[in-house]
């Protein structure tokens, strides 16, 4: 805020996280009493407030343009861009949105040097990353990694390996919308660029393993549900797509699917990426393409019956 001119802050928090938000609140009041918030910032003729936001819970005011809408009172609806925020933003002015995370790395820079910074992980690709380690592992949790680590690192000597003493049969490894890796693919640098040349990416760095036993249908329709429900509907393609997806899971689901269904399934993944305002199409679209490719026959296993 310093470095902008900044005079005032948010932090938009969803509105589910209500522990964060009192603890939020609660620091912030301590900063005002310490004066390293308000007027005269540590003696200074620096000024800052910061206000905690919570938002109503849509999955869809992550996109930076939406959370600007939420942060005025109005439905979170992804803008077109241009203007971006930094040149019209917040109420019109220009704003700078950045991932709380991302923020946590300047104390570091400022105190030991870019340099230093840089000598953590692999080049272009420096320093930290916290990753959610979820799913069937022994040990999931959150843990700080450097960026040139491999996913099978992380997943079985941070994860302690698959619970329960079963196969892995894949990862997500970045959320929901990360295209799915196998188990054969997780030998691969957890870095922005390493994941990207595997044809996924680390996105929110939610990592989600699952084992032999997993209906990957089941996995797919779930992921797509929630995308459906997320979708702000302003986009066709997002709004029909993820709906349609649902619909065609859930004919595979209740053991009617077959090889037609199975291929307009990946085409209406395809037709939902790059087509939208915001990338929410391209989220719900990728888990969709790169599943149907890389598990087919978990789909021929829920039309078999049928034919």
Not at 82 to 92: D, E, T
Not at 133 to 151: A, F, I, K, T, W
Not at 167 to 181: Q, R
Not at 274 to 283: H, I, K, N, S, Y
Request: charged share 20%; proline share 5%; hydrophobic share 35%.
């Amino acid at each position: 805020c310093y470095a902008i001119n900044c005079t005032h802050g948010y932090i938009y928090v969803r509105g589910e996280y209500t522990p964060s938000i009192k603890s939020l609140n609660e620091a912030i009041d301590e900063l005002y009493k310490e004066k390293i918030l308000g007027e005269k910032v540590m003696g200074s003729r620096f000024k800052l407030d910061l206000t905690v936001h919570p938002g109503a819970g849509a999955y869809i005011c992550g996109e930076e343009t939406a959370l600007l809408d939420s942060i005025e009172g109005k439905r979170g609806h992804p803008r077109v861009k241009p203007p971006f925020p930094a040149v019209s933003g917040f109420n019109s002015c220009p704003t700078t949105v950045n991932n709380v995370e991302t923020l946590t790395c300047l104390p570091f820079i400022v105190n030991e040097g870019a340099e230093a910074f840089a000598s953590f992980g692999p080049p272009n690709n420096s320093g930290t990353h916290l990753v959610s380690l979820s799913g069937h592992v022994s040990n999931p949790g959150v843990y700080e990694v450097r960026m040139d680590v491999s996913l099978r690192d992380i997943i079985y000597d941070l994860g302690g390996g698959i619970s329960e003493g079963k196969a892995l049969k894949g990862v997500i490894p970045g959320g929901a919308s990360s295209p799915v890796l196998t188990a054969e693919e997780i030998d691969v640098e957890y870095s922005f660029d390493a994941l990207a040349k595997a044809g996924t990416m680390m996105g929110s760095a939610a990592i989600m393993v699952f084992d032999e036993d997993t209906d990957v249908v089941k996995l797919l329709h779930r992921i797509t549900r929630f995308f459906n429900h997320e979708s702000c509907g302003q986009c066709t393609p997002c709004r029909e797509g993820t709906h349609w997806a649902r619909l065609i899971l859930r004919d595979f689901l209740d053991e009617n699917g077959n090889q037609k269904k199975l291929r307009r399934l990946s085409k209406v993944g395809g037709n939902m990426m790059g087509t939208t305002v915001c990338a929410l199409g391209d989220a719900a679209g990728m888990p969709i393409t790169s599943f149907v490719q890389k598990f087919p026959l978990d789909f021929e296993k829920h039309y078999a019956q049928a034919a």
